[in-house]
Structures are given as structure tokens and as C-alpha cells.
């Protein structure tokens, strides 16, 4: 359970540091802000993990394992989660605004775990599968008082784009986790794997076909781009743990865990009060907001632990597995 935790704190911490970035220039008001951003993003994490692969010696174990069929599908994986669900995710904000896409969004771990029952036959309690319900609503409640509706925007296009991500982001985690089950294939080579095949699939195709190429190499040498780098750093490790979970609990509980990055990004960001140049970027939880934030992370926690009776809950404990 600890790896999906922290994949949703650092998660919840490289959302922040994004959005840092996002209000510097020339991100600031660029209609080309999304796809660069996230392009930038995955290419700095496709280098991290390079880096991070190559210090310990297991370039090779990923060259080994891009050739088995696990590795292919591992890669099948990263398109649907990266460009795919992130385009996706991308053009639901441009036209029906940041609050409507969470609303829907949040919803793919109801996908995915759907999936990862019927296709790799985990299993989840009744009640662990009502606390990850508790979680999602708790994610919709914060999206919908995000509010965040786009004048001018195609509110088809953004519905299509928001399960479009939907369904990229739950049914990536259901191929990560049967291809992990490959020797071959652990969740560090994995995970160099997705990175890697996003960043050049955003190189390659995304940024030449949404024509913001252009606008991406003019920012590379900016001081927004090194805070890019930085939340690519944090995603990194998200990601690590998050693979980590996957593998070690499936992709059922470790999307449950995961999900609770929207109460740590709102933890984060009341953090940025407390400090000068950045407080204007962050704010203060009202009390709904603090009720939704328990709501995740009491719903992802029960809902990622088979026996509630570890976590103390012992009037429960009793109750049968469905």
C-alpha cells in the first residue's frame, strides 16, 4: 500500500509544480501551453529515467525487454496513458474547463478496475469497492466546485476528448499489469519503456500535428522549462512507486491509491501560501474542500486494503469478502 501512497503524494506534488510553470512565461496564456507542457514533461522523464537506468546498469534489461511481447504491449500501454489519454484529457480542458475534465476523469479507476477484473481476474471486496466510490466522488465534488466552463468551446469534442482519457488512463494500468507478470518486464524496465515510447510519440506526432513545435523549442532554454523538469522529476518517481504498486498489489488498489494525488495537490498548494513569491499560486482549502480531501484518502486507503481489521477497523473486520 505504500508505494500507492506515495505515487499519489508525488503525483499530487508534480501537479503543483506545474502549475508553477504553467503561470510563467511564455506558458502564461499560450494557447499552446497544454501540449507543450505535457510534451516537455514526459520528454524530461524519458531522460531522467535514462540517466537513472544507465547509472545503475540496466539499459540493457530494457533493450531485452523491448524485443519480448510483453514489452510491446507495455508500450501499447504508454500510448494509451500518455498521448492518447493526455490529448485526450488536454482537449476536454480547452473546451468544457478544468473542473468539468476532473469531474469525468475521475472516473478512470472505475475503468480500469472493472478491467482488471475481468481481464486479470482481481479481486475486490464489496465494501473496498464502495470506498473507492466514496474516493471518486470525493474527486467529482472538488472537480464540480472547480467549476470551469470554456466560452467558445466544442463541449462535444471536450466530453469525447474527457472519456477518451478516460478510458486511456484505466485500461493503461490493466496492459502495465499483465505485462509485468513477464520476468522480463519489471516495473523500473516498464516504466523506461512508457516513458520513453510518450516522449516520442509527443516529439514525433503530437506536437507537429497540433503545430505547437514551434512555440516547445522556443521554451526549452526558458526558466519555466527547468520548473517543467523539475515536476518530471517528481513524476518520475510517481511513477516508479505507482509501477511498483501495480506489480505489487494490481492495478485495481494501485489506481485507488493513486487517485488520491487531488488531495495531496490541494495539500500542496495550501503549502505555496506559506511562502512569499509563490503564495499568490496557491490557496487556502475551504471546508468542503477538506471534507472531499478526507473522502479520497480514507476511500482510496479502505479501498486498497483487502483486510480492514490491519488498519484497526476491527467492527468491520468480520464482515465476509465478497
Same mark, same amino acid.
Given at each position: 500500500?505504500?508505494?500507492?501512497?506515495?505515487?499519489?503524494?508525488?503525483?499530487?506534488?508534480?501537479? +503543483?509544480?506545474?502549475?508553477?510553470?504553467?503561470?510563467?512565461?511564455?506558458? $502564461?496564456?499560450?494557447?499552446?501551453?497544454?501540449?507543450?507542457?505535457?510534451?516537455?514533461?514526459?520528454?524530461?522523464?524519458?531522460?531522467?529515467?535514462?540517466?537513472?537506468?544507465? +547509472?545503475?546498469?540496466?539499459?540493457? *534489461?530494457?533493450?531485452?525487454?523491448? #524485443?519480448?511481447?510483453?514489452? #510491446?504491449?507495455?508500450?501499447?500501454?504508454?500510448?494509451?496513458?500518455?498521448?492518447?489519454?493526455?490529448?485526450?484529457?488536454?482537449?476536454? &480542458?480547452?473546451?468544457?474547463?478544468?473542473?468539468?475534465?476532473?469531474?469525468?476523469?475521475?472516473?478512470?479507476?472505475?475503468?480500469?478496475?472493472?478491467?482488471?477484473?475481468?481481464?486479470?481476474?482481481? #479481486?475486490?471486496?464489496?465494501?473496498?469497492? &464502495?470506498?473507492?466510490?466514496?474516493? &471518486?466522488?470525493?474527486?467529482?465534488? %472538488?472537480?464540480?466546485?472547480?467549476?470551469?466552463?470554456?466560452?467558445?468551446?466544442?463541449?462535444?469534442?471536450?466530453?469525447?476528448?474527457? $472519456?477518451?482519457?478516460?478510458?486511456?488512463?484505466?485500461?493503461?494500468?490493466?496492459?502495465?499489469?499483465?505485462? %509485468?507478470?513477464?520476468?522480463?518486464?519489471?516495473?523500473?524496465?516498464?516504466?523506461?519503456?512508457?516513458? @520513453?515510447?510518450?516522449?516520442?510519440?509527443?516529439?514525433?506526432?503530437?506536437?507537429?500535428?497540433?503545430?505547437?513545435?514551434?512555440? @516547445?523549442?522556443?521554451?526549452?532554454?526558458?526558466?519555466?522549462?527547468?520548473?517543467?523538469?523539475?515536476?518530471?522529476?517528481?513524476?518520475?518517481?510517481?511513477?516508479?512507486?505507482?509501477?511498483?504498486?501495480?506489480?505489487?498489489?494490481?492495478?485495481?488498489?494501485?489506481?485507488?491509491?493513486?487517485?488520491?494525488?487531488?488531495?495531496?495537490? +490541494?495539500?500542496?498548494?495550501?503549502?505555496?501560501?506559506?511562502?512569499?513569491?509563490?503564495?499568490?499560486?496557491?490557496?487556502?482549502?475551504?471546508? %468542503?474542500?477538506? +471534507?472531499?480531501? &478526507?473522502?479520497? %484518502?480514507?476511500?482510496?486507503?479502505?479501498?486498497?486494503?483487502? *483486510?480492514?481489521?490491519?488498519?484497526?477497523? #476491527?467492527?468491520?473486520?468480520?464482515?465476509?469478502?465478497?
Amino acid at each position: 500500500m505504500l508505494y500507492g501512497l506515495i505515487s499519489g503524494i508525488t503525483w499530487g506534488l508534480d501537479t +503543483v509544480i506545474l502549475g508553477i510553470a504553467c503561470a510563467m512565461v511564455p506558458f $502564461l496564456g499560450a494557447a499552446e501551453t497544454n501540449f507543450a507542457t505535457a510534451a516537455l514533461h514526459d520528454v524530461a522523464a524519458a531522460l531522467i529515467l535514462l540517466v537513472y537506468m544507465g +547509472v545503475r546498469g540496466r539499459l540493457g *534489461d530494457t533493450i531485452a525487454a523491448l #524485443k519480448t511481447r510483453s514489452g #510491446k504491449v507495455v508500450m501499447l500501454g504508454a500510448l494509451l496513458g500518455g498521448p492518447i489519454g493526455m490529448s485526450g484529457y488536454l482537449a476536454a &480542458i480547452s473546451n468544457i474547463g478544468a473542473g468539468n475534465t476532473a469531474v469525468i476523469s475521475a472516473f478512470y479507476p472505475a475503468v480500469g478496475t472493472l478491467g482488471a477484473v475481468l481481464v486479470l481476474h482481481e #479481486k475486490m471486496s464489496v465494501r473496498q469497492i &464502495i470506498a473507492l466510490g466514496v474516493a &471518486i466522488m470525493g474527486v467529482v465534488a %472538488m472537480g464540480a466546485m472547480a467549476g470551469g466552463s470554456v466560452e467558445g468551446g466544442n463541449v462535444f469534442v471536450g466530453i469525447m476528448g474527457a $472519456l477518451l482519457c478516460v478510458f486511456g488512463w484505466g485500461i493503461e494500468a490493466v496492459i502495465l499489469a499483465w505485462g %509485468m507478470k513477464d520476468d522480463a518486464v519489471d516495473n523500473e524496465t516498464a516504466l523506461q519503456l512508457r516513458e @520513453t515510447t510518450s516522449a516520442l510519440a509527443y516529439v514525433l506526432v503530437v506536437l507537429p500535428l497540433s503545430g505547437t513545435m514551434g512555440f @516547445t523549442v522556443n521554451a526549452l532554454f526558458t526558466p519555466a522549462t527547468g520548473v517543467v523538469m523539475l515536476a518530471g522529476l517528481a513524476g518520475v518517481i510517481s511513477y516508479l512507486y505507482y509501477y511498483k504498486a501495480i506489480d505489487a498489489i494490481g492495478a485495481a488498489r494501485g489506481m485507488a491509491l493513486n487517485i488520491s494525488y487531488s488531495a495531496w495537490a +490541494v495539500v500542496f498548494s495550501a503549502l505555496l501560501v506559506a511562502i512569499p513569491s509563490l503564495s499568490s499560486l496557491g490557496a487556502i482549502p475551504g471546508p %468542503m474542500e477538506i +471534507v472531499c480531501c &478526507i473522502a479520497i %484518502m480514507v476511500g482510496t486507503v479502505l479501498s486498497a486494503t483487502p *483486510d480492514w481489521s490491519e488498519l484497526g477497523i #476491527k467492527s468491520l473486520s468480520a464482515h465476509s469478502q465478497a
